[in-house]
């Protein structure tokens, strides 16, 4: 998965000599679609960090899960 704040399909690949566009497509070779993913609320975030712990074992402290949402805001 490539994550960001633009789309990846907006990257090109500029020709070295030219510095040309070239048009075949993204530098991440996405020529069809892409996904946006919009953020995540408190309870989704929760979830997850449930699947993690069932997972892995790795439990999370409530205070780490409040700090976690705190400075995340759910962003995906």
């Known amino acids: 998965m490539l994550c960001g704040v633009r789309d990846v399909r907006d990257y090109r690949i500029r020709s070295g000599s ?3 566009v070239v048009t075949r497509g993204s530098a991440f070779n996405i020529q069809a679609a892409s ?3 919009g ?4 309870a989704e ?11 892995t074992g790795q439990a999370f402290a409530e205070e780490a899960v409040s700090v976690l949402w ?3 805001c759910g962003q995906s």
């Open 18 to 20: 030219t510095n040309e």
């Open 35 to 37: 996904l946006h993913l």
């Open 39 to 42: 953020d995540f609320n408190r």
């Open 45 to 55: 975030v929760e979830n997850l960090l449930r699947q993690h712990t069932a997972d």
């Open 70 to 72: 705190t400075w995340s």
